[in-house]
C-alpha cells in the first residue's frame, strides 16, 4: 500500500500561482506513472497532468502552457506548477500514483484549489 499526502492548496487571485506538492510513502518503482487529478462538485475527476518514470508529461489542453509537473523519483515527490490561475480553475486537487508492479492505483486526499476573480 502506498499513501500520497498532499500540500499547497488554498486561495489566489485570478493571475496568480500556485504550487502543489504531493509526497509518496513508498519507493517509486519503474512503470509508475504520477498524476494530478481535480474534481468539482458539478464534474467528473479529470486529469490535469501525468509524468512517467522516464519524464514524459502530458497535459490536456486547458492547462497546457500553463502548469508544468515534475517529479523527483528519489526523493519520493512530485509537484504542480499552476501559473496563470483563472476562476474555472478551482476544484478540489488529488495527487494520483499508478503502479503496474503493485496492482495499484492510489490517491491522496485532495487539497482546495480556489480561484477568486
Known amino acids: 500500500q502506498v499513501q500520497l499526502v498532499e500540500s499547497g492548496g488554498g486561495l489566489v487571485q485570478s493571475g496568480g500561482s500556485l504550487r502543489l506538492s504531493c509526497v509518496a510513502s513508498a519507493t517509486i518503482f519503474i512503470g509508475d506513472v504520477w498524476a494530478w487529478y481535480r474534481q468539482t462538485p458539478e464534474n467528473q475527476r479529470e486529469l490535469v497532468a501525468s509524468i512517467t518514470d522516464s519524464g514524459m508529461t502530458n497535459y490536456p489542453e486547458t492547462v497546457k502552457g500553463r502548469f508544468t509537473i515534475f517529479r523527483d523519483i528519489v526523493e519520493r515527490t512530485m509537484s504542480l506548477q499552476m501559473n496563470n490561475l483563472g476562476p474555472d480553475d478551482t476544484a478540489v486537487y488529488y495527487c494520483?500514483?499508478?503502479?503496474?508492479?503493485?496492482?495499484?492505483?492510489?490517491w491522496g486526499q485532495g487539497t482546495q484549489v480556489t480561484v477568486s476573480s
Open positions: 494520483n500514483l499508478k503502479s503496474p508492479s503493485r496492482r495499484g492505483d492510489y
